[in-house]
């Protein structure tokens, strides 16, 4: 059965997808911002004379090679409302600073963000770190007998010369920016404000099929209201959503001609 029109454009008009937008160009604009900032500082730091560099190189990008999955668990005990973070706050004096930081919508995007940039920066500072090796040191050296001192040769000769790894970063922060799903997902469960029904939870027995496949999941980070008395979330009909014409609950904002499991069982609408 072919869907009404008008649902084909729902989701224009849904608020949970422009806020998903938003929260997107948030998330891309500060991770890229800080991961190359970073990136770039280590590689130029290592490629400076320092003690055990190839020991700072493993410590920088660790991260990367750990699996989310491990992760999440770690993170969720460290910034829970009686988690480390908190307990660190109050030792040194700041704990009117101290929220239960993945259970409110302001502060669980910014945690997110912060938890992206510790685990990819090592690819930022790995490739930075390799373009900066390409550089003729001549040209290093030729400026600094000029008397140009580190900052400026940073500046004028280092960063124009590793723009194209730049732009490379940036593209593959646009792409990470949009399939981002697995931190918020394991850590917060589709974050605040997410109903389940939205992003696919297990809810008795079943997965209920959500009306937009993949809207909650994209909007893993999504910020909005709290649970309301109805424990919908703010969602109108609630995690349950409409009742269909047999009386067993169609999921939220289910579309005809889709089949929902109810118990393990599939039942087909007409």
Known sequence: MARPLHLKFELYHDPVFWDTIRHTVIFFVVTFTVRTASGFAFAALLHSKVR??????????VPVV????TMAPIFRQIFSATGQFNTVLSDIGLGSLAHPWLAQSSTALPVIVAITVWEWTGVTFILYFAAMTRIDKEI???ARIDGANGFK???RIVWPNVRGTTIALAMLSVIGAL???DVPYLINMGGPAVPAADTGRPERGGLRRPAYVGLGLAAAYHGGPAAGADGGHGHPHGPAG???RDGQPGGAGHLPGHPVEHRGTATKRS
């Open 179 to 181: 399939k981002t799903f």
């Open 140 to 142: 290093v050296e030729a």
């Open 153 to 155: 040769v940073l500046t």
């Open 66 to 69: 750990l699996a989310p999955a």
């Open 242 to 244: 409409p009742r269909g």
């Open 52 to 61: 055990l560099p190839n020991l700072y190189k493993v410590i920088i990008f």
